[in-house]
């Protein structure tokens, strides 16, 4: 079982190729907002859904993507479905 700090780093990892150009790895802090700080738009919001999906083999409800704000809500919402997974 992957620790927090992990998937903390596989996210990062996740988040990167989607990240605009004035926005760098080093600025993905814990308590940064998705689209507010790290400029990320809905759509390429979508697609790290669905690439977090994959790559914790998840499945992610409307109601957790509306929750999704900071990545901190992301690592949340990751680690309680991955709790949940029998």
Known sequence: MLMASDH????????????PEDVTVEDIKEDSHLINELNINSANLVDII???EDAFDIILENKDMENMETVS?????INT??????
Do not use: R
């Open 50 to 52: 669905l690439d977090v």
């Open 81 to 86: 479905k991955l709790e949940e997974k029998p």
């Open 73 to 77: 809500d992301a690592l949340g919402i």
């Open 8 to 19: 903390y780093t596989q996210l990062k990892n996740i988040i990167k190729p989607y990240l």
